[in-house]
């Protein structure tokens, strides 16, 4: 079975400082791996996604994340937050092997960038 | 990025009442669509997965009789809640995916109220 952690229920940050949220997986075969933001009474807004190639990957408002097989991580940066920035993160997982279309999310994380 | 429209965005509905959600793929063709369900201030579960023209695959513990879905075109897929409960007052999400390793993208979500 395929799942995903995502560690932290509540990450703050100061505008202007990095941001890191966590999270770690596990699946049969190689991950297909997906971070998503939800705001208020919205639905999810895709990220990035890593599926092969680099293990450094940017995606949409400056995120980027970085694949770490070995850790079986795959956490969200950013180098410099903004208040709207602030809202709820997916992590999701497919994994290659079994499962089929389904993606896995993790719990979420509450991000909030404060002045 | 691609667009999914869900409609309504928000319902208010007596018990007993049958309820139609749409979801719909604006500028793609949906090979699969996903419908989950989030209780306040948790993940996304996965109900449900749909592929065009065939019947929907339900996840354990999911009401098949219940939660009705219909995936007629491969832009098109509806979820019915049939006789509304207040215990099935939550935020209902679709997703929708092109290709094996395409991203999901999502819907904006619909508030469900029973009353």
């Known amino acids: 079975a395929q799942s995903v952690a995502q560690p932290e229920d509540q990450v703050n940050v100061a505008e202007g400082n990095p941001l890191t949220v966590k999270c770690t997986y596990s699946v049969s075969g190689n991950p297909y791996l997906f971070w998503y933001v939800q705001y208020p009474n919205r639905g999810l807004q895709f990220l990035l996604k890593?599926?092969?190639?680099?293990?450094l990957v940017k995606g949409s408002y400056g995120f980027e994340a970085e694949f770490n097989k070995s850790q079986t991580s795959f956490h969200l940066k950013k180098p410099s937050a903004l208040v709207s920035d602030s809202a709820l993160y997916f992590c999701a997982v497919r994994g290659t092997r079994g499962g089929g279309n389904k993606l896995t999310f993790g719990t979420g994380t509450q991000l909030k960038v404060e002045l | 990025g691609a667009v999914v429209s869900q409609h309504p965005s928000r319902v208010i509905c007596k018990s007993g009442t049958s309820v139609k959600i749409e979801c719909r793929s604006l500028?793609?063709?949906?090979?699969?669509m996903f419908w989950y369900r989030q209780f306040p201030k948790q993940s996304l579960m996965l109900m449900a997965t749909?592929?065009?023209?065939?019947?929907?695959?339900?996840e354990q513990g999911v009401e098949k009789d219940k939660f009705l879905i219909n995936h007629a075109s491969l832009t098109l897929s509806t979820l019915t809640v049939a006789s509304a409960h207040p215990e099935d007052s939550s935020f209902y999400i679709c997703s929708a995916k092109e290709g094996a390793q395409s991203e999901a993208f999502f819907g904006q979500g619909t508030r469900l109220t029973v009353v």
């Open positions: 749909s592929n065009e023209g065939s019947k929907a695959t339900y």
């Open positions: 500028d793609f063709q949906a090979t699969t």
């Open positions: 890593y599926i092969t190639g680099d293990n």
